[in-house]
């Protein structure tokens, strides 16, 4: 449903929006001929669906492994409080770490799973001793490393 106009998306807006999720760089042309438009109607669609929120943005996907960031870490995070001002003060300071890639609430045994990526598991022990550890609340952190990416909707 389109929140903003109350009208539910039809076929066509989700083939814009299939076909932009695999190629945000596609000619708004070869959209149009892909989704059976003529490109003023897919270039306001296009338009409409950004307006109402369906399309966030547009970015580069990076390869981290070619920045030197091949490493990657799940971390549990058990908080001592849970309430709402100390919540927010997690939020806020785990968002300013970049090697922070993920951030989520969960609903578990603990309270947060961080996806940390660095450069290698001497680098990740510092991020987790001096940063994550240090973060408002933390009372008690686990970390899982990836050995692999299995499958990852950014490639």
Same mark, same amino acid.
């Given at each position: 449903? $389109? ?13 814009? =929006?299939?076909?932009?999720?695999? $190629?945000?760089?596609? @000619? ?7 989704? $059976? ?10 338009? *409409? ?6 399309? =966030? ?8 492994? *070619? ?9 549990? +995070?058990?908080? @001592? ?13 785990? *968002? ?11 609903? #578990? #045994? ?31 952190? #686990? ?6 990416? +299995? ?5």
């Amino acid at each position: 449903m $389109n929140s903003a106009t109350n009208r539910p998306l039809d076929q066509t807006d989700r083939k814009i =929006l299939a076909e932009l999720a695999q $190629n945000g760089r596609i @000619s708004v042309a070869e959209l149009s001929r892909r989704v $059976n438009l003529s490109k003023t109607p897919c270039q306001a669609r296009i338009h *409409r669906l950004e307006q109402d929120g369906f399309i =966030l943005g547009y970015r580069a996907v990076i390869d981290p492994t *070619r920045l030197g960031l091949p490493h990657v870490a799940f971390v549990e +995070v058990r908080l @001592s409080d849970t309430r709402k001002a100390a919540l927010e003060a997690f939020n806020k300071a785990v *968002r300013a770490l970049p090697e922070v890639e993920q951030a989520h609430m969960i609903a #578990s #045994s603990f309270d947060y799973l961080l996806k940390v990526r660095t450069k290698d598991i001497a680098a990740y022990r510092e991020v987790l001793g001096e940063k994550i550890s240090a973060l408002p609340h933390v009372a008690h952190t #686990s970390t899982h490393v990836s050995m692999e990416a +299995v499958k990852d909707d950014a490639d």
